[in-house]
């Protein structure tokens, strides 16, 4: 069954550090793959996302990712947090088969100032 | 643009009785709607897929008869709990998408919280 793994449940940095959340995906396929960001008490928004093309995504809030396809892997990074960007991240992918979002189980990042 | 709202915000009913969380595409029509179920800590699960004028696509486990979906309209589609028991207390969020807009782009609602006493 095609599937998305977040290896990180939870994380802890202080502000500055660098951040990477791992994402992988099991599909062998075309697929569109998505960070999505849920901020406390907030709904989902979409951060970046990836269709083709330059493997290499920036998104909103300095937040980039890079699509390897030979790892199935789609992790998402940024230089140096901030307190506010405490939250709930969320890798998705859809296949082109189904057409359906499969979410990742979510990493919870905390930021301490 | 690409607004998405759902109403009620959050809900409170006793077991035995049933709730209707309402969809709304605010500026744009939406072709495909999908309802989501959040547990508290963890990842969304689809529930269901539909599409306007059409029965709704349940995931496995999913009871039909117990989520009613109703996609009446392209900027609304509603989601019923019958018979509501506290283990149906989650957070419930709908997503839309629409042909004119990125085919596989989905726009969140801001979710629905109910809770059944």
């Known amino acids: 069954a095609q599937s998305v793994s977040q290896h990180n449940h939870h994380v802890i940095l202080s502000e500055a550090a660098s951040l990477e959340l791992g994402c992988n995906y099991s599909?062998?396929?075309?697929?569109?793959l998505f960070w999505y960001v849920q901020y406390p008490g907030q709904h989902l928004q979409l951060l970046l996302k990836?269709?083709?093309?330059?493997?290499l995504v920036k998104g909103i809030k300095g937040f980039e990712a890079e699509f390897i396809k030979s790892k199935f892997s789609f992790n998402l990074r940024k230089p140096s947090v901030q307190w506010s960007d405490t939250a709930e991240y969320f890798c998705a992918a859809i296949t082109s088969n189904t057409g359906k979002l499969i979410f990742g189980q979510g990493t919870t990042l905390q930021v301490k100032p | 643009g690409a607004v998405v709202s759902q109403h009620p915000s959050w809900v409170i009913c006793k077991s035995g009785t049933s709730v209707k969380i309402e969809c709304r595409s605010l500026d744009f029509q939406a072709t495909t709607m999908f309802w989501y179920r959040q547990f508290p800590k963890q990842s969304l699960m689809l529930m269901a897929t539909?599409?306007?004028?059409?029965?709704?696509?349940?995931e496995q486990g999913v009871e039909k008869d117990k989520f009613l979906i109703n996609h009446a309209s392209l900027t609304l589609s509603t989601l019923t709990v019958t018979s509501a028991h506290p283990e149906d207390s989650s957070f419930y969020i709908c997503?839309?998408?629409?042909?004119?807009?990125?085919?596989?782009?989905?726009?969140f609602g801001p979710g629905t919280r109910l809770t059944v006493t």
């Open positions: 539909s599409n306007e004028g059409s029965k709704a696509t349940y």
């Open positions: 599909y062998g396929g075309t697929v569109n």
């Open positions: 990836y269709f083709s093309g330059d493997p």
């Open positions: 997503s839309a998408k629409a042909a004119e807009l990125n085919a596989y782009e989905q726009y």
